[in-house]
C-alpha cells in the first residue's frame, strides 16, 4: 500500500498502457487498478417507453406547498 502512494503516478501510467497493476496490503490483494474508458456508444432514446407511469393528479398544485413559497415559511426568518 505505502508503495502505492509514492509510486502512483507511475502505476497509474502502467495501467494506462495496459499492464494489470493490483494494490495490497499485507500480501492481500486489494483493488485493481484499470484505466477509466469513456463509453462512446450513442444513447438509445426511448428506452423506458411505457414503463413509466405518473399519477393523474402529479401536476396539482399542493395549497400547503403553494402557501410555503408564497407566505415566505419555508425558510427560517432572518434575524
Not at 2 to 7: E, G, L, N, S
Not at 9 to 19: F, M
Not at 22 to 38: D, M
Not at 47 to 76: K, V, Y
Amino acid at each position: 500500500m505505502q508503495a502505492a502512494k509514492t509510486h502512483l503516478s507511475r502505476l497509474v501510467e502502467q495501467a494506462i498502457a495496459g499492464e494489470e497493476i493490483v494494490i495490497a496490503r499485507a500480501g492481500k490483494p486489494l483493488v485493481r487498478l484499470t484505466p477509466f474508458v469513456q463509453d462512446q456508444s450513442p444513447r438509445t432514446l426511448g428506452l423506458l417507453r411505457g414503463q413509466i407511469r405518473e399519477a393523474s393528479d402529479c401536476w396539482e398544485t399542493d395549497p400547503a406547498m403553494e402557501a410555503a413559497f408564497e407566505e415566505g415559511t419555508l425558510l427560517p426568518m432572518e434575524r
